[in-house]
C-alpha cells in the first residue's frame, strides 16, 4: 500500500512539474499584436519608400484603410470555404470554394485599382512603386523571421 502510495506522489509531482513548466513556456512565447505588426510595416515602408512625415501621413491612411477592406474580403472567401470538423467537401463545395477565392482575388485587385489614384493625389507615383516594393520585402522579411524562430524553438525542443 506505501509503494502504491508513494508511486501516486511521485507521479502527482511530475505531472505538476511538467504543467508549470509547459506554462511558463508558454508565458515566454508573444501574441500576435495586429498593432505592433501594423507599426514595423510603417515604420519598414517609410524607411524603404523614403516617404517624407508629410507623404506618410497622407498615405498611411489610406494604406490601412485598404488592408483592411483586403482583409475583410479574404475573411469572408475563408469562412464560406468552412466545413464541419472530418466533413468532406463535395465537389460542388469544391467549386464554390474555388469561385469564392478567385472572385476574392478580383475584388481585391479592382480595390487595389481604386486606392492607386486615391494614392496619387497624396504622392508621387514613383514613391508608389517603392512602397509596393518594400511591401513584398516586409513580408519576406516577417516569413524569415518567423521561420528562424520556429527553427529555434525545434533545436531548442531537441537539447
Request: with cysteine.
Amino acid at each position: 500500500m506505501k509503494r502504491i502510495a508513494t508511486l501516486l506522489l511521485v507521479l502527482l509531482c511530475t505531472v505538476s512539474i511538467a504543467t508549470a513548466q509547459e506554462s511558463k513556456h508558454n508565458n515566454n512565447r508573444r501574441k500576435f499584436s495586429p498593432q505592433e505588426y501594423q507599426e514595423q510595416q510603417k515604420a519598414f515602408i517609410t524607411e524603404q519608400a523614403k516617404l517624407t512625415p508629410q507623404e506618410a501621413e497622407a498615405f498611411f491612411p489610406l494604406y490601412f484603410d485598404l488592408q483592411k477592406k483586403k482583409w475583410a474580403i479574404n475573411k469572408e472567401a475563408r469562412g464560406n470555404a468552412r466545413l464541419k470538423r472530418g466533413e468532406t467537401p463535395t465537389e460542388e463545395q469544391c467549386v464554390a470554394m474555388v469561385n469564392d477565392f478567385a472572385d476574392a482575388k478580383v475584388k481585391i485587385a479592382q480595390l487595389e485599382k481604386e486606392y492607386i489614384s486615391l494614392y496619387l493625389k497624396a504622392i508621387p507615383a514613383q514613391k508608389i512603386m517603392l512602397i509596393q516594393h518594400a511591401e513584398e520585402r516586409f513580408q519576406r522579411e516577417m516569413l524569415k523571421r518567423m521561420w528562424n524562430g520556429k527553427n529555434r524553438k525545434k533545436e531548442q525542443k531537441k537539447d
